[in-house]
């Protein structure tokens, strides 16, 4: 409130892809976490009327993406993400924790027998995708197949009864 004092519930700021971000938003937020102060504080911009703007004690910023902020740099990093963007440093340095995920291969092989139904067409699939992240390790090839890219490629079977063709509407088309 205008006296300073704490209301309300805590808030959420999730930032999804966010080594894409604008350099200007990332300077915003740089500002917001410089400070050792449990309640980020925010001065807009005098076109703004330069108000002062405080956080609930509990507010916190989660940033989401898929090169732990640095960019993807090698052929492993690149397994998980095309994107090459990285965070500026000083944003990078004040995030508090990092949690790195990979490809559940058990998950992905439920997904396809669920979708798809046919053992023999969820293996080949199977096959393709240790095939691709085999060469992506490899650094023969750069883009990742996703689990999101297996579903569409499971989805596309569905429509075209064909593994092959499903795959090349998801990848190639």
Not at 40 to 52: A, I, N, Q, S
Not at 55 to 83: P, Y
Not at 91 to 102: D, H, K, Q, V
Not at 117 to 136: E, M, P, S
């Amino acid at each position: 409130n205008e006296k300073g004092e704490e209301v309300g519930k805590p808030g959420l700021l999730f930032l999804d892809e966010a080594p894409a971000m604008n350099p200007h938003v990332a300077i915003v937020l740089n500002r917001l976490l410089e400070s050792d102060d449990a309640r980020r504080t925010l001065v807009c911009p005098d076109w703004e009327g330069g108000k002062v703007i405080r956080s609930h004690s509990k507010f916190r910023i989660i940033f989401a993406g898929n090169n732990i902020g640095r960019g993807a740099n090698t052929a492993a990093e690149s397994m998980h993400t095309a994107q090459t963007d990285a965070l500026d440093l000083s944003l990078s340095a004040r995030i508090g924790a990092t949690f790195e995920f990979g490809y559940d291969r058990n998950v992905e092989k439920a997904i396809l027998t669920e979708k798809i139904g046919d053992d023999k067409v969820v293996d080949k699939l199977l096959n393709f995708r240790n095939a691709i992240r085999d060469f992506i390790r490899q650094g023969k090839l750069q883009t990742p197949l996703s689990t999101g890219s297996l579903i569409q490629i499971a989805d596309l079977f569905l429509i075209f009864k064909s593994p092959h063709r499903a795959i090349y509407y998801a990848c190639m088309a």
